[in-house]
């Protein structure tokens, strides 16, 4: 057996609802403005097909976790998203087989710098800076979908304190689930382990150290982290 030369990371993963077992993750994929509210408040193109960016496995972070905040930015926002968890991969997953290859379900947020990452798109660079930094996807535990089935609507919501900051409805979705690991499939070869962001309702907006961050989606699960000192 080869040995490596340095000690291996360890293996990223997310905890399951009523179990002591883990899910791995293989790959972080991300939906850009699948709500057409987020798209109008970002001031987008309402009909673009969707685009999608990554972050890195070990960016997640668990249920209660303080999250600390990053360096380099004045400017971080919040961004509730359905987490879809793959058990399966394949290319060019047809929509009709794309429920297939799922595991489970979760509530997560894609923190985003959002100063970053305008100034990366206004000079037409790479996101990573804004999106792919440490702990930028905190998830729940996700719940099987030999239980709760597909879900195709419920609320999905974030308070900043006790504040809703964002709400909105799955069915909200401009590219629904099965249509979004089609497209997804088409670009790369998906597999178990892969975890996607959905995309994320209107209101998003900036945290502060200190801030206590509640996510639900209906049926789904729960998220609960807070957002601690600068890093850095």
């Not at 057996?1 to 997310?14: G, H, N």
């Not at 996101?127 to 099987?144: H, T, Y």
Request: aromatic share 6%; with cysteine; net charge neutral.
């Amino acid at each position: 057996m080869a040995e490596y030369v340095i000690i291996p990371p360890p293996q990223a993963a997310l905890a399951v609802q009523g179990s002591d077992k883990l899910f791995p993750v293989r790959r972080i994929w991300c939906v850009g403005r699948n709500y057409i509210e987020h798209i109008r408040e970002m001031g987008q193109d309402e009909r673009a097909p969707p685009f999608f960016f990554a972050k890195p496995a070990d960016a997640v972070v668990p249920d209660g976790s303080v999250v600390p905040y990053p360096s380099l930015t004045k400017d971080m926002h919040h961004e509730v998203e359905l987490v879809v968890a793959l058990k399966s991969g394949g290319i060019n997953i047809k929509p009709e087989k794309a429920n297939d290859c799922i595991w489970g379900y979760g509530v997560g947020i894609d923190l985003t710098r959002r100063d970053l990452q305008i100034a990366s798109r206004d000079v037409k660079r790479p996101w990573e800076v804004g999106k792919a930094f440490d702990a930028s996807a905190p998830c729940g535990p996700l719940a099987p979908a030999s239980k709760i089935g597909h879900p195709t609507k419920g609320r999905i919501a974030l308070k900043v304190n006790g504040t809703v900051k964002q709400e909105g409805d799955l069915e909200q979705m401009i590219w629904n689930i099965p249509e979004t690991i089609w497209k997804l499939s088409e670009m790369v070869e998906l597999a178990a382990g892969d975890i996607i962001m959905t995309g994320t309702p209107a209101g998003v907006g900036a945290l502060v150290p200190g801030d206590k961050v509640e996510c639900e989606v209906a049926g789904v699960g729960s998220l609960n982290i807070s957002i601690g000192p600068r890093r850095g």
